[in-house]
């Protein structure tokens, strides 16, 4: 466990990186803040390993990220989740439906948090499990956001056929025009969904937002639903520009 006095010196290096974005060597940094280049070269590896921070080709530390800031890869889900938590819980509300938060790994999507509406009928999934991408909503607006290139080695490595390989380039181009893409029918029997991709820094699509219900349901409903999910997944993503260009300036 660490001590007050280590949690005091890991947030010193965190501020200090902050005021020092050019970064600096191992030497200089353990010069600076004053401390023995073992602890400083340990603490270094943990906040590099977390993503904090990273060592150049030439031996130096740079800064990536501050805590709470969602890196480029969208990978740090903490910092992710509690941002987009208030905007779907929102959509949720609007549209009383279920809501979901997923992310591209590898060939599969991952659910990372879901919001439920309060009413008697209604869509519920394990978030554990993972779906393969092509078969989900979260999944093709995810694809959609790479290249043609990575579509066609997606689903290579996929195994589709001829005839699913055409239907997923075709809902890639549905979702590449709409900003959304709408599955009338999804994995689970009797449920459709709606989703739209997260855009984070750099322009990537780090995460989708889903919402989701009984068919019959959400069908009815479809335009207005597809409408607020295409609204709430640009509204995060122009959050996270906003909150990219205040730590900018902070730095």
């Not at 005091?8 to 050019?22: K, N, Q, Y």
């Not at 903490?78 to 439906?97: F, H, K, Q």
């Not at 990219?244 to 730095?251: A, F």
Request: proline share 4%; aromatic share 6%; hydrophobic share 45%.
């Amino acid at each position: 466990m660490m001590s007050g006095r280590g949690v005091e010196r890991v947030l010193d290096m965190i501020e200090w990186f902050g005021a020092s974005p050019e970064g600096a060597s191992l030497s200089e940094i353990a010069a600076a803040l004053a401390m023995p280049k073992s602890s400083a070269l340990l603490m270094l590896q943990s906040l590099t390993e977390r993503g904090y921070i990273h060592r150049t080709p030439t031996g130096t530390y740079q800064l990536l990220r501050l805590p709470g800031e969602i890196s480029a890869d969208g990978r740090n889900y903490g910092a992710l989740i509690a941002l987009v938590s208030p905007y779907l819980s929102n959509a949720v509300e609007e549209t009383g439906e279920s809501g979901f938060i997923a992310v591209l790994e590898s060939q599969s999507i991952r659910y990372l948090n879901k919001v439920l509406p309060k009413r008697e009928i209604l869509y519920d999934r394990d978030i554990g499990p993972t779906r393969p991408a092509h078969k989900v909503a979260s999944g093709i607006v995810l694809l959609a956001a790479g290249s043609d290139a990575e579509v066609d080695a997606y689903a290579a490595s996929a195994s589709l056929s001829d005839a699913e390989h055409s239907t997923l380039r075709k809902a890639v181009e549905s979702a590449r025009t709409a900003g959304f893409y709408l599955n009338a029918m999804g994995v689970v029997e009797g449920a459709a969904g709606a989703a739209a991709p997260i855009v984070g820094v750099g322009g990537k699509a780090i995460a989708a937002l889903n919402i989701s219900g009984p068919q019959v349901r959400f069908v009815t409903h479809s335009d207005r639903i597809c409408e607020v999910v295409r609204e709430t997944a640009v509204a995060i993503s122009e959050e996270l520009a906003r909150r990219s260009r205040r730590l900018s300036k902070g730095r």
